[in-house]
T-cell receptor
Framework: DQQVKQNSPSLSVQEGRISILNCDYT??????FLWYKKYPAEGPTFLIS?????DKNEDGRFTVFLNKSAKHLSLHIVPSQPGDSAVYFC????????????FGGGTRLMVKP | GAGVSQSPSNKVTEKGKDVELRCDPI?????LYWYRQSLGQGLEFLIY????????KSGLPSDRFSAERTGGSVSTLTIQRTQQEDSAVYLC????????????FGSGTRLTVV
């Protein structure tokens, strides 16, 4: 049973346009959500997070939106750059569960120059 | 150390052999995790160590897989009698027990079973 799902395995976007990566979850106990970015031959690196008490968190070109009623979060990248091309994983945790993260399957973003 | 260190970075082994993968977490991080990423797949949880507590082994795919963490620091993931389906990138991560910044991952060990 996949508790965190990223239904789009890949996404292609033109440089300068917006990239929107989506993530759905089923466990209503999740209250902390993160996005990780992974380049080939490297480990995932933390990108941005959001607590369930918020519905939006912004950091430069990256914004994460959380819709608790729909159990849905999304990552917006504006404007997209070729260097953003990577695999993006969303992850979720229950704060009291010792930081155990459950990851989605990832979405490969390709930003074309 | 400054980051999570994994060794070896690449390992090619023959089917049926045993392999050991090593992870050095960030100093002071009490939580340590092993994940793997098979070709075209997401991050699959394997095992989780938290301080001196009994590890959460619920993600280990078979009894050929085992892991230990000595002295609350270095961890070794052992795969016995490797099979071709074990081929994957094995990722280790560590975190503070109550931090909210998520995990810090190592670069992984790419295991190829031939």
């Amino acid at each position: 049973d996949q508790q965190v799902k990223q239904n789009s395995p890949s996404l292609s976007v033109q440089e300068g346009r917006i990239s929107i990566l989506n993530c759905d979850y089923t466990n209503s106990m999740f209250d902390y959500f993160l996005w990780y970015k992974k380049y080939p031959a490297e480990g995932p690196t933390f990108l941005i997070s959001i607590s369930s008490i918020k519905d939006k968190n912004e950091d430069g070109r990256f914004t994460v939106f959380l819709n608790k009623s729909a159990k849905h979060l999304s990552l917006h990248i504006v404007p997209s750059q070729p260097g953003d091309s990577a695999v993006y994983f969303c992850a979720a945790s229950v704060n009291n569960a010792g930081n155990m993260l459950t990851f989605g399957g990832g979405t490969r973003l390709m930003v074309k120059p | 150390g400054a980051g999570v260190s994994q060794s070896p970075s690449n390992k090619v082994t023959e089917k049926g052999k045993d392999v050991e993968l090593r992870c050095d977490p960030i100093s002071g991080h009490t939580a340590l995790y092993w994940y793997r990423q098979s070709l075209g797949q997401g991050l699959e949880f394997l095992i989780y160590f938290q301080g001196n507590s009994a590890p959460d082994k619920s993600g280990l795919p078979s009894d050929r897989f085992s892991a230990e963490r000595t002295g609350g620091s270095v961890s070794t993931l052992t795969i016995q009698r490797t099979q071709q389906e074990d081929s994957a990138v094995y990722l280790c991560a560590s975190s503070l027990a109550r931090g909210l910044g998520g995990y810090t991952f190592g670069s992984g060990t790419r295991l190829t079973v031939v």
